[in-house]
């Protein structure tokens, strides 16, 4: 067990940690979440073609891909205070330069660059809650991402929209930098600092940085739960940047109306994720699994085919009850793996394929949006997770390490 791991277990949860922790994620996915809406937003503005709006959403990914598995490492010699800090101020002043230039090409290079910088903030706070998670139990699983979305999809959408009327788009942007500093006040309460002098401090290795990828080759659960997550984030990052466009474009929904679809997901997502642990534990997660990618395949069906404004709105609900169901399970499973192997080694692989999974959400409505219409990409997304439901249930293996007793071990099992 690594230092970050043996401190995280080793003491007791406390008032001022789970405050601070639950404030830190509220904050961190706010600026995230304002910074996404209000990129598509400025995209729209500077009359972006959908090749350049595909790629804006891809380059929110791009970074991550390269970055995640580096980054883990780098959390275990420095500890996630440094990193996350770190991330923070880097973050911070990027989106203060975004202003700069009113240019697409230029809000493209500038996303970019902030995706090489978030993994220090998603790896730090991964490592930190999944080390946790045998000690709050199933039915806290989702208050960690629940309180992320609280900020990323509940408060964004509405205080996107109050600050591009009150501050403009270059305000707007001053104000996501601000976000991002505000984060380091709680910092110090959740994540863990490591202290080593330069002699003793392991050399930096590339197989320590590969080593997590390692375990997708030993663990066949661990590919699947990566297979589920890549396609939710394929699934969430698509509707969270494209359907304010598509909203826009194609519905002629004012800026404030469109926005709101995406608060419609948050609040069933969030709230999904606050309340629903339990009830996954109590009908087994395989059923778990099956319901939440049921809701989200036909949530994306609808988007796809219908011409129909008030389709718009259940579909978003079904879409955000589905995602919230699928990341508790999702999480759960992936503490199941650490604590069967290495969190730290789950913490970067986690950090990673969703991150994959938005990029080649972008990447899809950059190369086909144009060509087959962006509502209409919907479909095949939905496509997908029928054809994973499917898998899942003919997967004995996976239905197994599912179990109800399996998954005890988590909240029962000894420390290693």
């Known amino acids: 067990m690594n230092p970050i791991e043996s401190n995280v277990v080793s003491t007791p949860l406390t008032a001022k940690f789970m405050g601070s922790f639950v404030l830190l ?3 961190a996915g706010l600026g995230v979440g304002v910074a996404r809406i209000l990129i598509s937003l400025y995209a729209v503005q500077l009359e972006a073609t959908e090749l350049q709006l595909g790629l804006i959403a ?3 990914s791009v970074g991550i891909l390269f970055m995640a598995l580096p980054i883990g490492v780098l959390v275990q010699r420095l500890g996630s205070l440094k990193v996350f800090s770190l991330g923070s101020v880097m973050g911070a002043a990027l ?4 202003p700069l230039q009113e240019s697409a090409w230029y809000l493209l290079i500038v996303t970019a660059l902030v995706s090489f910088v978030l993994p220090m903030r ?3 706070i991964n490592t930190v809650f999944l080390s946790n998670l045998k000690r709050l139990g199933p039915a806290k699983a989702g208050w960690f991402r629940g309180s992320h ?9 509405a205080l996107t929209v109050l600050l591009i009327q009150h501050f403009g788009y270059g305000g707007s942007f001053y104000w996501v930098a601000f976000l991002f500093l505000g984060t380091l006040i709680f910092a110090p309460f959740c994540f863990q600092q490591i202290h080593q002098t330069a002699a003793n401090a392991p050399s930096f290795q590339w ?4 080593a997590p990828l390692a375990l997708l080759k030993t663990h066949a659960a661990l590919r699947m739960v990566c297979a589920l997550e890549f396609l939710s984030s394929v699934a969430n990052n698509y509707f969270g940047f494209f359907i304010v466009v598509i909203a826009i474009q194609s519905f002629s929904l004012s800026e404030s109306v469109a926005v709101m679809l995406l608060t419609t997901q948050g609040i069933v997502f969030v709230g999904s994720l606050f309340t629903l642990g339990g009830l996954a534990e109590l009908i087994g997660y395989a059923k778990f699994y099956w319901i939440g990618l049921s809701l989200i395949s036909s949530a994306l069906l609808i988007l796809a085919i219908t011409p129909i404004t008030f389709w718009m709105w259940p579909a978003s609900l079904m879409l955000g009850l589905g995602l919230g169901m699928l990341h508790i399970a999702n999480f759960m ?5 650490g604590e069967q192997t290495a969190m730290a080694k789950i913490s970067p692989i986690l950090a990673l394929v969703g991150p994959a999974g938005g990029l080649f959400g972008g990447f899809l409505g950059a190369a086909f949006g144009a060509s087959l219409g962006l509502q209409n990409l919907f ?8 054809g994973l439901i499917l898998v899942i249930s003919r997967d004995q293996a996976f239905i197994s390490f599912l179990k109800p007793d399996d998954s005890q071990h988590i909240v029962e099992g000894q420390e290693s």
């Open 58 to 60: 891809a380059a929110q």
């Open 122 to 124: 998603f790896v730090s």
């Open 25 to 27: 994620t509220i904050i």
């Open 333 to 337: 499973s992936f503490a199941k793996v």
């Open 379 to 386: 479909f095949p997304i939905g496509l997908a997770f029928i």
């Open 95 to 98: 989106y203060a330069l975004t």
């Open 207 to 210: 197989r320590d940085v590969v």
């Open 149 to 157: 979305m609280m900020g990323f999809f509940l408060i964004a959408p």
